[in-house]
Structure formats: structure tokens, C-alpha cells
């Protein structure tokens, strides 16, 4: 049997619980279909309380949906990520739970990508510093020569969507685009107008190196103290993709003993990044994971999750299940024969 969403005055509706920030017209959208209920994902305890009752959970990046959270949901039926980055999320224990994992892989992919070169345009013209400088009643014109970001070349850590994103808009800029994506060609990359390397000559060639790669085990730590000892001292490294890619450690150091010229980081290994030494670098322009943070991204992510968890619960294909598998051998739950 699945659950349908026609309006009755018996069949109590479903119980989605809102874990993250959303936007307000998604939570409006939602009451008239499902028993809505909101708590703060972050904070754990309330978390696995108000899941025991949730057979959809619709979150973003600070709700983390592990095997505990899995174990306390027995009704749970689909998990809508609002957003990209699905490393907050155990997709292989939901799918052995038989619950649906869907993402908004398109959702902001512009959003990051325009704040990835906003981040590194501020970096080359000390924008933040010459900003804070005028609002505290100084006028040090001297003290702000930057440089051009023309004719610089730019290394793309991950040749995805954003990856590629980021070297249509920089394009313009007159710069050399070069990447290392390992699921990607090198005729790929040719195609898009940017050199394949690798990610050794990469980091030892880029005057600035952007991260645009998922965190997963294999990336974590992927730029570390080796890397960045074989990078330029004018280099310029950007996050924008997810804390804990780049060793901070690493990055604090090199940054610290000018091994690296600067850093612009929209995502930290903890954040809030409260006891990282790197918000407090002049070299760093820090942004508090703001990537998808526009009315736009937002929209459009809210848009897919409703279409989602409403597929969901009309018995209709959920599009771009980030586990699929969930269909076949493995999906116990009703919910889930779509
Ligand atoms: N700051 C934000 O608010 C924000 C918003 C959206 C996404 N993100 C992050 O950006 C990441 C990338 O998003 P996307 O849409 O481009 O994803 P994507 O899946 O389209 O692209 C990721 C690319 O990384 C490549 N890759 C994987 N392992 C690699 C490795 N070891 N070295 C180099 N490349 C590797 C993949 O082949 C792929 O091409 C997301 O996973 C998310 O964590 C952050
Ligand atoms: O949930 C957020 O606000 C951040 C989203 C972003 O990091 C993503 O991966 O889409």
C-alpha cells in the first residue's frame, strides 16, 4: 500500500520533519500535504528525537543522517538532501534501510561558482582589507596594491559541475585554465578550453588552486603539507567545496610562514571554525559556507525537494536517487516500490 496525498479528514498525513534552515515558501508549500515538523539538526539530541516519528527528512549540509539516525526512523521512507554535498549523509546505510537519499545536484551550482571568483577577486585586490580599512575612516590607497588576475593561471581541483563552471566564467579573465580531475579526460578538459594535469604539477603551476571536489574518504586531506610545499609562494588557494579536503593545519602553517601567498575558504573541517587559527590570518578572507547561500540556489533546491518527497509519497518515480539501489534488491519499505 502507499500512502497517497488526497486531502481526507482520516488518513493522517505523513510526517516530514525540517531539520535545516529552508526557505519559507517550501515549508508553506509542504502543510498541506504533510504533518510538517521542524527541529535543529545540529543539535544531535533533538534530532533523534523528532525523527523517531519523520517518514520524510528534508535537510541541508549541518544534519548529519547516519546509521544512528537510520536505527531511531523507523517510518522513514526519504531522506531530501536541499542542496549538493551528500557527505553529511550515510547513503549506503539508507539504502540498506530501504530509505530513499535524493540531492539538488543543479540547485547552486551557479551560486558557488560566481562566489568562487567574487572570493578570488577579493584575494587578488585585498577587497576585504581596503573595505574594512575606508568604513574605519582611513584612506591608505598605498597599502591595498593588489595584482591582475589576468594572465594567472588557475588550477581546478575537480572538473564536475562547479569545476567546470568556474573555468567558463573565469575564461573571460584572459587566464590558463588547468585541472585535475581523475574521472575526467584529458580531451575533456581540451574540449572545455583547460589543460589536464596532474595534481602534483597542478598545485606546483597554479597561481591559484580552487577545490571542487566532494569530500569523501578519498579526498579528504587530498591538499595537504605535501601538496602545498610544492606550490608557489603567490599562490592562492580557494574552498568553496568542503572543509577537511584541505588539512587547515597545513594551510595555517604554509599560510603563516608565507609558503603560500593567501586563502579564501567558504567551508571548514568544524564549522563554525572556532578554534581554527585561519579566520584570524590578514592572508585569509574567510565566508561562512555562503556557496549556495542566494534566493536562487535556494528556490531551485527548495523545488526539487518538494518534487521529491511529494513523488515519494504519490507512489511516482522520485528522479535522481543518489541510490538507486534503494529500487531494487534492497528496499523493504512499502514506499519505496515507486
Ligand atoms: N560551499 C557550498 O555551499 C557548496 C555548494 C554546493 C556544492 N559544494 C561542494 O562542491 C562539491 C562539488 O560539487 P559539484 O556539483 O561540482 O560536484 P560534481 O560531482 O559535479 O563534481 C565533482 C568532481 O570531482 C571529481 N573528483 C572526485 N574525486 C576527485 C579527486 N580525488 N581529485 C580530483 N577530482 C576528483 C569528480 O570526478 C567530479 O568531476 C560538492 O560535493 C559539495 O561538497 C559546496
Ligand atoms: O546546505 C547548505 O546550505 C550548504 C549547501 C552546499 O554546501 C551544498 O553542498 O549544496
Not at 64 to 74: C, G, H, M, T
Not at 177 to 184: Q, S, Y
Request: hydrophobic residues 45%; charged residues 20%.
Amino acid at each position: 500500500m502507499t500512502t497517497t496525498m488526497t486531502a481526507s479528514t482520516t488518513t493522517p498525513r505523513p510526517v516530514l520533519l525540517i531539520s535545516d534552515p529552508l526557505p519559507a515558501r517550501l515549508t508553506a508549500e509542504l502543510h498541506g500535504d504533510f504533518d510538517v515538523r521542524q527541529c535543529r539538526g545540529a543539535d544531535r539530541a533533538a534530532l533523534l528525537d523528532a525523527v523517531r516519528d519523520a517518514e520524510a527528512l528534508v535537510i541541508r549540509s549541518a544534519t548529519k543522517v547516519d546509521q544512528e539516525v537510520l536505527d531511531r526512523a523507523p517510518r522513514l521512507r526519504i531522506v531530501a538532501r536541499a542542496g549538493v554535498g551528500l557527505d553529511n549523509v550515510d547513503v549506503e546505510a539508507a539504502t540498506r534501510a530501504g530509505v530513499m537519499v535524493v540531492n539538488a545536484p543543479v540547485s547552486n551550482i551557479t551560486s558557488v561558482a560566481e562566489l568562487t571568483v567574487g572570493l578570488i577577486l577579493s584575494m587578488f585586490r585585498n577587497l576585504p582589507a581596503a573595505a574594512a580599512s575606508v568604513r574605519a575612516g582611513e584612506w591608505r590607497r598605498a597599502d591595498f596594491q593588489g595584482s591582475e588576475l589576468s594572465g594567472k593561471s588557475v588550477g581546478i581541483v575537480g572538473f564536475g559541475r562547479i569545476g567546470q563552471l568556474v573555468a567558463e566564467r573565469l575564461a573571460p579573465f584572459e587566464v590558463e585554465l588547468l585541472t585535475h580531475d581523475p574521472f575526467v579526460t584529458p580531451e575533456f578538459a581540451y574540449a572545455h578550453g583547460v589543460a589536464w594535469l596532474p595534481l602534483d604539477e597542478l598545485v606546483a603551476t597554479a597561481d591559484v588552486l580552487t577545490i571542487h571536489v566532494p569530500r569523501t574518504p578519498a579526498t579528504t586531506g587530498l591538499i595537504g603539507e605535501r601538496e602545498l610545499a610544492l606550490a608557489k609562494p603567490t599562490m592562492r588557494l580557494v574552498n568553496t567545496a568542503r572543509g577537511g579536503i584541505v588539512d587547515e593545519a597545513a594551510l595555517a602553517r604554509a599560510l603563516a610562514e608565507d609558503r603560500i601567498a593567501g586563502a579564501a575558504l567558504d567551508v571548514f573541517a568544524t564549522e563554525p571554525p572556532v578554534h581554527s587559527p585561519l579566520p584570524h590570518l590578514d592572508s585569509v578572507v574567510c565566508t561562512p559556507h555562503i556557496g549556495a547561500g542566494t534566493a536562487e540556489a535556494q528556490d531551485r533546491a527548495a523545488s526539487t525537494v518538494l518534487d521529491a518527497v511529494r513523488g515519494a509519497f504519490l507512489g511516482r518515480p522520485v528522479h535522481g536517487l543518489a541510490n538507486p539501489a534503494v529500487l531494487t534488491g534492497n528496499a523493504p519499505k512499502e514506499a519505496v516500490a515507486v
